[in-house]
């Protein structure tokens, strides 16, 4: 079976400060995909990165970057310099490749950054 | 704007009533999922239909029936309604492509009475 693990329920910083979210995953499958989805207070699920099993290259996008290592089975998602609009629940996904193309949702990590 | 409709947004109702949530698809999506997140069982999988059939099902009770129509939108009913039906309910759309993302819409957060 499939499991997402995010240990951290809430994290708490102040503005500028990096932060890293931590997911480790479990499956026995050798190609799966892994995804991070942030939830803002309004409510909507936004999608921020998809991973392939094979593509362990870490990714940056401005002030977001993606640690993916298959050796720890983790996929981490830290946020430099963070600001206010930050504040939301973010969840770590997976989906082995398989036609059963459903994701497997982490608990999600709240994060509040405070001005 | 992740191109996913979902109708209504909120929906209050009592014990033992039925209710309809309605998903539209971004455009050219041939599949749609609806996902269940409550506070209790998190964010769970519940039903996958890709261009009108049935394709996977999760942890969807009984009472629970979804469908996708031929142009494409989709229904999730729900029936004989008790407390802890009382969650947000998110349809999802994703492409032809076997490794498409799964696009979110803004979800019905329904309220049992």
């Known amino acids: 079976a499939q499991k997402v693990t995010q240990a951290q329920t809430e994290i708490s910083v102040v503005e500028k400060e990096d932060v890293t979210l931590d997911c480790v995953y479990e499956?026995?499958?050798?190609?799966?995909?892994l995804f991070w989805y942030k939830q803002p207070p309004s409510g909507e699920l936004v999608f921020l990165i998809r991973?392939?099993?094979?593509?362990?290259q870490n990714e940056i996008s401005g002030r977001y970057s993606w640690n993916f290592q298959k050796s720890t089975s983790s996929f981490n998602f830290t946020i430099t310099a963070s600001q206010v609009v930050d504040s939301a629940v973010y969840f770590c996904?997976?989906?082995?490749?398989?036609?059963?193309?459903?994701?497997?949702f982490g608990t999600g990590t709240r994060l509040l950054v405070s001005p | 704007d992740s191109g996913v409709t979902q109708t209504p947004k909120h929906l209050i109702t009592a014990t033992g009533q039925r209710v309809t949530l309605r998903c539209s698809p971004r455009?050219?999506?041939?599949?749609v999922y609806w996902y269940q997140q409550s506070l209790d069982q998190g964010l769970q999988f519940l039903i996958q239909y890709y261009n009108g059939e049935e394709r996977a099902k999760g942890n969807i009770l009984e009472r629970f029936s979804a469908q996708q129509f031929p142009d494409l939108h989709s229904e999730l009913n729900l029936s004989s309604l008790e407390l802890g039906d009382s969650a947000l309910y998110f349809c999802a759309s994703s492409g032809t492509g076997f490794t498409d993302t799964q696009y979110f819409g803004p979800g019905t957060r329904l309220t049992v009475l």
């Open positions: 455009s050219g999506d041939l599949s």
């Open positions: 996904a997976l989906r082995i490749d398989t036609g059963f193309q459903k994701l497997v």
């Open positions: 499956t026995r499958d050798t190609t799966y995909y």
């Open positions: 991973r392939n099993s094979f593509d362990e």
